[in-house]
């Protein structure tokens, strides 16, 4: 197995961070956090590391070089040290072997960055809101608001744990294995897993905005899309969702990386993290959601606000929402799903409300059915069920 120039170079990215001075068509060099210094020749058909002695033990998938061959001209500036006499080179042929020299050379992998706190959230001001949802939703549907399994909330939201599924049969990430990175095969799975549009099924995903209606620019995949005809491109991002889906990578520098190879595309990059985890991850839609947080008095915002911090914070103001809704409606278990169909419904209703469209039409239907008792135990009795298997298994399964 041999490891690409493209994928040492992403992972050394993420665990090192930028490179220690500008990379040349030829090296490019990173910093330990002890300020040692290591290389990689850009040229070489396999993954070759310059670094600094002492010789490292007996690591599976990294082997010694005779020759550190150090002779090249780009070595320089921060990189000076890797022109010593003493400098070492070892060859090394895939990720973990990768990352197993660099628990070495650089020390164990720092800690997940720690996910940041909720945005405020004001009680009276979330009841005096909810009480806005209330009079929205009973004059759009007819019926007021009693639970996300019934009325214009399942009408309209019921759909996306049956989206995720599909997505993930596409994915099948239990499949995925190093030696397909670079391959394009992860990258057409994930593209796959985006353009959903399944009469069948009656599944569209609207969670991306994928669909080439108004120019291909304006995809939010554009960069998966191009990665088709870039082997470059395509490997780093193969890696980095090899690393997000299999390989135990760091979240939060792996979403940083994909925001810059995607131009920041935050509901493509949200999406992604919602079919790897969805007790943790929702989809999101900035300028909907935005909206949401204002009318719920949450001073926080997510337009043009792609980075790992802003998408914690995002996600842990859904779940400091659920203790409100759950006060506010009477309902048990709200889920972070709940949360997350509650400021969509929200924001799109108060959308509605300012262009004039909130009320039904003259004899239109009532939006959604109410269920009876008997309905309700069963709905109940299921997500138990589910949530059983699911915690049995001892994994955050594909079904919510």
Same mark, same amino acid.
């Given at each position: 197995?041999? *490891? $690409? #120039?493209?994928?040492?170079?992403?992972?050394? %990215?993420?665990?090192?961070?930028? @490179? =220690?001075? /500008?990379?040349? +068509?030829?090296?490019?060099?990173?910093?330990?956090?002890?300020?040692?210094? *290591? $290389? #990689?020749?850009?040229?070489?058909?396999?993954? %070759?590391?310059?670094?600094?002695? @002492? =010789?490292? /033990?007996?690591? +599976?998938?990294?082997?010694?070089?005779?020759?550190?061959?150090?002779?090249?001209?780009? #070595?320089?500036?921060?990189?000076?040290?890797?022109?010593?006499?003493?400098t070492l080179r070892v060859e090394v042929d895939s990720p973990g072997a990768l990352n197993r020299f660099l628990d070495w050379y650089a020390g164990p992998r720092s800690a997940p960055r720690a996910i940041t706190a909720a945005?405020?959230?004001?009680?009276?001001?979330?009841?005096?809101?909810?009480?806005?949802?209330?009079?929205?939703?009973?004059?759009?549907?007819?019926?007021?608001?009693?639970?996300?399994?019934?009325?214009?909330?399942?009408?309209?939201?019921?759909?996306?744990?049956?989206?995720?599924?599909?997505?993930?049969?596409?994915?099948?990430?239990?499949?995925?294995?190093?030696?397909?990175?670079?391959?394009?095969?992860?990258?057409?799975?994930?593209?796959?897993?985006?353009?959903?549009?399944?009469?069948?099924?009656?599944?569209?995903?609207?969670?991306?905005?994928?669909?080439?209606?108004?120019?291909?620019?304006?995809?939010?995949?554009?960069?998966?899309?191009?990665?088709?005809?870039?082997?470059?491109?395509?490997?780093?991002?193969?890696?980095?969702?090899?690393?997000?889906?299999?390989?135990g990578a760091d979240e939060g520098a792996t979403f940083d990386r994909l925001s810059e190879l995607t131009s920041g595309k935050y509901p493509l990059l949200a999406y992604s993290y919602f079919l790897k985890d969805t007790d943790?991850?929702?989809?999101?839609?900035?300028?909907?959601?935005?909206?949401?947080?204002?009318?719920?008095?949450?001073?926080?915002?997510?337009?043009?606000?792609?980075?790992?911090?802003?998408?914690?914070?995002?996600?842990?103001?859904?779940?400091?929402?659920?203790?409100?809704?759950?006060?506010?409606?009477?309902?048990?278990?709200?889920?972070?799903?709940?949360?997350?169909?509650?400021?969509?419904?929200?924001a799109t209703l108060l959308k509605w409300e300012a262009d004039g469209v909130i009320a039904r039409a003259p004899g239109g239907k009532d939006e959604g059915r109410v269920l009876g008792g008997r309905e309700k135990s069963i709905?109940?009795?299921?997500?138990?069920?589910?949530?059983?298997?699911?915690?049995?298994?001892?994994?955050?399964?594909?079904?919510?």
């Open positions: 197995m041999t *490891l $690409a #120039i493209a994928d040492a170079e992403a992972i050394l %990215r993420l665990r090192l961070g930028e @490179p =220690a001075k /500008p990379p040349t +068509d030829y090296v490019i060099g990173f910093k330990t956090p002890a300020g040692k210094v *290591l $290389a #990689i020749h850009r040229e070489a058909s396999e993954t %070759r590391i310059w670094f600094e002695p @002492p =010789a490292p /033990p007996s690591l +599976d998938g990294v082997r010694p070089m005779n020759r550190a061959s150090n002779g090249n001209s780009n #070595i320089n500036g921060p990189l000076q040290p890797l022109c010593a006499p003493t945005a405020a959230i004001d009680p009276r001001a979330f009841r005096d809101a909810f009480a806005r949802f209330q009079a929205l939703i009973t004059a759009r549907s007819g019926h007021a608001f009693t639970g996300f399994h019934e009325g214009l909330a399942a009408v309209w939201e019921n759909y996306k744990p049956r989206l995720r599924d599909h997505a993930l049969g596409l994915l099948r990430t239990s499949e995925w294995s190093e030696a397909e990175i670079g391959s394009g095969t992860i990258l057409n799975r994930m593209i796959e897993a985006i353009e959903i549009q399944d009469s069948r099924s009656n599944l569209t995903n609207n969670l991306v905005f994928w669909q080439n209606r108004f120019g291909h620019a304006n995809r939010d995949h554009r960069a998966l899309l191009e990665a088709r005809s870039n082997a470059k491109l395509s490997r780093e991002i193969e890696s980095l969702l090899f690393g997000l889906f299999r390989g943790r991850f929702m989809p999101i839609q900035p300028t909907g959601f935005d909206r949401a947080f204002r009318a719920l008095g949450i001073d926080f915002s997510t337009l043009r606000q792609c980075s790992w911090e802003n998408y914690s914070t995002y996600n842990q103001t859904l779940a400091a929402l659920r203790p409100n809704i759950e006060a506010s409606t009477g309902l048990q278990h709200v889920r972070l799903v709940d949360a997350h169909s509650f400021c969509w419904i929200f709905i109940a009795m299921r997500l138990s069920v589910e949530n059983t298997v699911k915690n049995a298994n001892g994994c955050t399964g594909a079904r919510i």
